[in-house]
């Protein structure tokens, strides 16, 4: 199933940012407190009125592309019900993550929670999948999520089908929290699903948490033993680890400091839903294809 390049970017956008968002109809005003969730919205052709941390989109999210209409509503933990309660909200979505919060959120709206990142739920590309049906039905845009989804196995087939052929290296996917430690992503996790669905070995094959990662010490890299192995870490990097990693005696141990072993890409939300999932397949497809 061959594909240019062109024809490909042009695919990826109309699946981030699907039709029925420019043509928008009248629909119940929703809040989101998680970013998966509010990027589903858009896909559904919903845009909400109001989501947290709004502020950070542009630096963990990145696309689809929030509204400029719509409102921040201060942090998921400190959520300013001033402006919540203004918003005149007709559903409020969240998740167990915040069930703290639930008595509260109750008393403004119809709270909606959605179980995706939660112990025992499995494969998280396979719970953000069914969290988008059952979000859909609560929404009555069966047809819409049914469309959005079908978009996206799409997607994946042709990034799987870009790479298929070609000598992949298995690749291990961190993000740096400092230069000593990183999380490390695996299965059950959103990346390490995407993987498995694009065709590339995860060289991290460790069982993570129920959200799909584990923090370990930078020195822990080292349990990655195949030579062929590529470190990729994702933006935003703390500005003062990769100048410390290079004068680290412990990093230059590690295959990961040789040429070409470590790349970066641009942000991926790790904590995502089925759009987060598709940004960073293409993102991956991209650096693998251009580098085979």
Same mark, same amino acid.
């Given at each position: 199933m061959g594909v240019s390049r062109? &024809?490909?970017?042009?695919?990826?956008?109309? =699946?981030?940012?699907?039709?029925?968002l420019f043509a928008q109809s009248i629909g119940p005003r929703i809040v989101s407190l998680d970013y998966g969730l509010a990027s589903t919205l858009l896909s559904l052709g919903l845009p909400p009125v109001g989501i947290s941390d709004l502020a950070d989109w542009d630096r963990w999210v990145v696309e689809p592309p929030m509204p400029k209409s719509v409102v921040d509503i201060?942090?998921? /933990? +400190? #959520?300013?019900f001033e402006i919540l309660v203004t918003l005149k909200p %007709? *559903?409020?979505? &969240?998740?167990? @993550?915040? %069930?703290?919060?639930?008595? $509260?959120?109750?008393?403004?709206? $119809?709270?909606?929670?959605?179980?995706i990142f939660t112990p025992g739920i499995g494969p998280i590309l396979t719970a953000a999948i069914a969290a988008t049906r059952k979000l859909?039905? +609560?929404?009555?845009? +069966?047809? +819409?999520?049914?469309? /959005?989804?079908?978009r996206a196995d799409v997607f994946f087939a042709q990034c799987r089908s870009r790479l298929?052929?070609?000598?992949?290296?298995?690749?291990?996917? #961190?993000?740096?929290?400092?230069?000593?430690?990183?999380?490390? @992503? =695996? =299965?059950?996790?959103?990346?390490?699903?995407?993987?498995?669905r694009i065709g590339v070995?995860?060289?991290? &094959?460790?069982?993570?948490? @129920?959200?799909?990662?584990?923090? *370990?010490? *930078?020195e822990d890299l080292s349990k990655v033993t195949d030579p062929d192995a590529r470190l990729i870490a994702f933006e935003p990097i703390p500005p003062d680890v990769?100048?410390?990693?290079?004068?680290?005696?412990?990093?230059?141990?590690? =295959?990961f400091a040789r040429p070409g072993h470590l790349s970066i890409l641009p942000p991926a939300l790790m904590f995502g839903m089925v759009n987060e999932a598709m940004r960073f397949a293409g993102l991956l497809t991209d650096l693998l294809e251009k580098d085979a």
């Open positions: 062109r &024809t490909f970017l042009h695919f990826a956008a109309a =699946s981030l940012i699907p039709a029925p201060g942090s998921a /933990f +400190e #959520v300013n %007709d *559903i409020i979505l &969240t998740t167990p @993550y915040l %069930d703290e919060l639930l008595p $509260k959120l109750q008393s403004v709206a $119809k709270v909606v929670r959605l179980e859909a039905v +609560e929404l009555g845009r +069966e047809n +819409e999520a049914e469309q /959005f989804l079908a298929e052929g070609k000598n992949l290296p298995p690749v291990a996917l #961190v993000n740096f929290m400092d230069a000593r430690h990183a999380r490390i @992503y =695996s =299965s059950p996790g959103l990346f390490h699903n995407v993987l498995e070995r995860n060289a991290w &094959t460790r069982e993570s948490n @129920y959200w799909g990662f584990e923090t *370990i010490g *930078i990769l100048p410390k990693l290079a004068q680290s005696p412990l990093w230059n141990r590690l =295959s």
